[in-house]
């Protein structure tokens, strides 16, 4: 799996099988350079990542991280709610599981969007994103199939954060 001149290492193994999802990433050091190899030009933001799986939320928020992002953590819809509440316009985004006991991510999206009708969402769903996507478009600002990679949660979040705020 080596590059030629270059040297492959490992950042993090995230195996999170929790919710299906595995997050793999590697850094490539060439000639003294270290660059994320599943990561564009990175804008930072703060992140809002609501998953009701613990191990989940921390995997998520280690490789986020490590990409430059601040992240808070809900284990709710209702806890989320407060956070967005507390932090208002400064949250640049909010990765947002579909399926949680108390208050589902549909239930928290209508109450995020109240609340604040520009703020960026990103969906995280194992549940058919075709037929969510339909439903929601003009809400979030994409749909993350699960499970996913380091490379696919990366790339959606530096697309949601380049996406203008509605509103």
């Not at 299906?20 to 190899?37: D, F, K, N, P, Y």
């Not at 933001?45 to 991280?65: C, F, N, P, S």
């Not at 209702?78 to 991510?105: K, N, S, Y």
């Amino acid at each position: 799996m080596g590059m030629e001149g270059g040297i492959l290492h490992d950042l993090y193994h995230l195996a999170i099988l929790s919710s299906h999802l595995i997050c793999w990433g590697a850094s490539e050091v060439t000639r003294g350079v270290s660059t994320i190899m599943c990561s564009g030009s990175s804008r930072q933001g703060l992140i809002l990542v609501v998953d009701d799986e613990r191990a989940l939320r921390q995997a998520i928020r280690t490789l986020l991280e490590s990409e430059g992002h601040q992240v808070l953590e809900a284990a709710n819809g209702r806890d989320a709610l407060e956070i967005v509440q507390e932090h208002g316009v400064r949250i640049d985004l909010v990765l947002l599981d579909l399926q949680m006991p108390e208050m589902d991510g549909g239930e928290t999206l209508a109450a995020l969007r109240a609340i604040d009708p520009s703020i960026r969402i990103l969906l995280s769903s194992g549940f058919d994103t075709v037929e969510i996507l339909d439903r929601v478009r003009d809400q979030v600002s994409g749909v993350l199939s699960k499970p996913f990679r380091a490379a696919e949660l990366l790339r959606a979040v530096q697309e949601a954060l380049a996406a203008p705020r509605v509103g």
